[in-house]
């Protein structure tokens, strides 16, 4: 939640002709990450909240492509927070996935 609101944060200064472009992907892709850490949590497999940490780290890899492309337009800075925090909730997201897969496949291993 707090890359969220660091995007928007970050997004709130570009350009208004950029609002409805690069700004709202950006945005959208922020919320997705939660939205889908939620969602997956909420399912009752581990396999289906796998699979949506995965769809949150895809999200992640977008909105990395679209700060960069922010960054190489000059509506954002090289050093600027988002970055560091795209990379630290990268890491987390990648953690839980792997630590639910692991444990899921330890499940399947003790049923047979």
Known sequence: ???????????AGFPSDERFGLALQMRRAAVSVPSNIAEGAARR??????HFLSIALESLAELDTQMELAIALGFLEQTCKTLEARADVAKLVTGLRRSIE???????????
């Open 45 to 50: 497999s581990s396999k289906e909240f796998a």
């Open 102 to 112: 692991a444990k899921s496949h330890r499940s399947q291993i003790t049923d047979h």
């Open 1 to 11: 939640m707090a890359l969220v609101k660091q995007v928007y944060a970050d997004t």
